[in-house]
């Protein structure tokens, strides 16, 4: 039962660090990104490969995911971020749909379908395997205590007003002087390396990476998990991570009473979540902790 | 492959994308929104026209004629449930996209749910390719490629020559102007839902003829689909047939030279320079 906990913990810390990302692109920037988890994917897959293969330390090479994440995220952000918001969001998704065809078809660097497991993890030869859960539990918090702290920090200085100020009315950010291209730029770039981030802590919890982990809705598990918590609110980001994570988790067991199959059920639980998310977006934007007047969701 | 016959491939393919990109573009332009569900309904479209012919029996042309009828009944249905309450609250259409995506999971995974993951086929006998200077054409390519200039003709004789497609017209133009002179604006939103949504069944039962269904069909159509939007100017109809030929095109020449798994970053790659270099696309728009 207490790994169950630690497991669900994990998961849901995981993704509160890879939502807190997409939390200061869309709610403190207004930014659609909804290929999120390619950049989780480029975090995790360059972490493992740089340590398993070279030898570089692992530090060094989580460090390195991020800095590609953050240098794709500002190429991506440069033929889209001076247009209409929704070329961003097309852009974003076909980015994230194409790694996932890189990282299934080069076989000769990402092994393919089958993935790559065996790669080094932090500390693994101090801690005993039977408790390397909970310590890497303790590792994941840490990191989302930092993060979480880091951002809280940004968007209340300078900087983070003008992001806000882009989100809220960008024509008025422009009209004070304020470069706001280059601040979007900013910010989608520090969102991504965010994710790439959590993509390594993926790597090193899971022990073994293939393409599979990287679909599409990975990116809309981050989605939901905003738009639950409250768009534009980080406390909301962890309450949505742990609610969003504690319901998909336990809907798994709706198995021992539903005569369905596991793929019914599987569908079911997923076509749950899209619903949740039509269903907010209809009557309760906000989400549980956000203020709707700081929301650019109306006309 | 020899060139001609990747050229053959890349039209029918083309033509079905530029069915899709149609109802894609016109629902873009007309509700300010770009409407990420629009891959699932292509594939709503073939597994509805697989329930009345695989499943309930009937004939084949009547089973698809009833799926396009009953896929733009569904539209509608959509309309009043949640596009007309959004538009009455005055939505945004990062709210509207948000929520698209929401639906896009939804139908997806309702498809899953009733018809299982795995890959169909329509009761049809297949058919030998015949065989026309050294290229390989099948019945149903032909067919395709018909039906698909057939129904592109159809939306320019609506757009052009009816009530409905003038009223259409001026509301992609400017929807406030259309409002003060007159038009029910909710009824032509719901004829604009509507026929995008038949022409997105009518590609997915088509794409179903060439390949087959599967419930991710749609959704590995929906970056083609919105780089032959971008590529003929969002909003523009005609931009969209020849931005979906375009694409359909470039993704089968480039086999000659790359892998085929490789056909989809083609069409991004594509939309990329089309955003840098021409970002309202080719024949103008949005």
Known sequence: MIDYLVTILLIAGIYAIFALGLNLEWGFTGLLNFGHVGFMAVGAYT???????????????????????????????IPTLKLRADYLAIVTIGFSEILRYLLLNEEWLTNGPIGLCGFPRPFQDLVPIQSYNLFFLVVVLSVLVIIYSGIELLIRSPWGRVLKSIRENEEIATSLGKHVFS???????????????????????????????????????????????????????????????????????????????????????????????????????????????ELSLER | MAIEQVVINGMVLGCIIALSAIGLTVTYRIL???????????????????LFSAILGLNFLAACALAIAAAALFSVGLDCLIWKPMRSKGASSTALMI????????????????????????????????????VVITPYQVAVTAVAVVLMFAVHYLLRKTSIGLAMR???????????????????????????MAL?????????????????MGWFMVIPIFAAVILGGIGNPYGAMMGGIIIGLSQELSTLILP?????????????????????GLMGGG
């Open chain 1, 183 to 293: 601040y979007k730029v900013q910010s989608l770039a520090l969102g991504s390396m965010i994710a790439a981030l959590a993509g390594s802590l993926l790597a090193f919890y899971l022990q073994y990476i293939n393409p599979r982990n990287f679909m599409p809705i990975e990116t809309f598990y981050a989605w939901i998990i905003v738009v639950l918590g409250g768009s534009g609110n980080n406390k909301g980001v962890l309450l949505g991570a742990v609610l969003f994570w504690g319901f998909f988790s336990g809907s798994r067991f709706a198995q021992e009473y539903l005569p369905l199959s596991p793929t019914q059920v599987g569908s079911m639980r997923v076509m749950f979540i899209g619903l949740m998310l039509i269903i907010l977006m209809m009557f309760r934007p906000q989400g549980i902790l956000g203020k709707k007047e």
């Open chain 2, 260 to 280: 085929s798994e490789y056909k989809i970053a083609v069409s991004f790659f594509i939309m990329i320079v089309v955003l840098l270099v021409k970002p309202k």
């Open chain 2, 32 to 50: 300010n929104f770009a409407n990420f569900a629009h891959g699932d309904f292509v594939t709503l479209g073939a597994y509805i026209a697989f």
């Open chain 1, 47 to 77: 972490t493992v490969l740089l340590s398993m293969n070279n030898g570089v330390p692992l530090l060094l090479s989580v460090l390195a995911g991020m800095v590609l994440a953050g240098l794709l995220g500002a190429f991506l952000g």
């Open chain 2, 99 to 134: 929520l698209s995506i929401g639906l896009a999971i939804c139908l997806r995974n309702l498809i899953v749910f009733v018809f299982t993951p795995d890959i169909e086929r329509f009761p049809l006998p297949v058919k030998e390719g015949m065989t026309l200077g050294g």
């Open chain 2, 200 to 216: 997105a069944a009518a590609a997915g039962i088509l794409y179903g003829l060439i390949t087959n269904i599967n419930p991710n």
């Open chain 2, 170 to 196: 001026a509301l992609s133009d400017n929807m406030d102007l259309a409002r003060v002179s007159g038009i029910d604006v909710d009824r032509v939103v719901r004829y604009t839902w509507a026929t995008g």
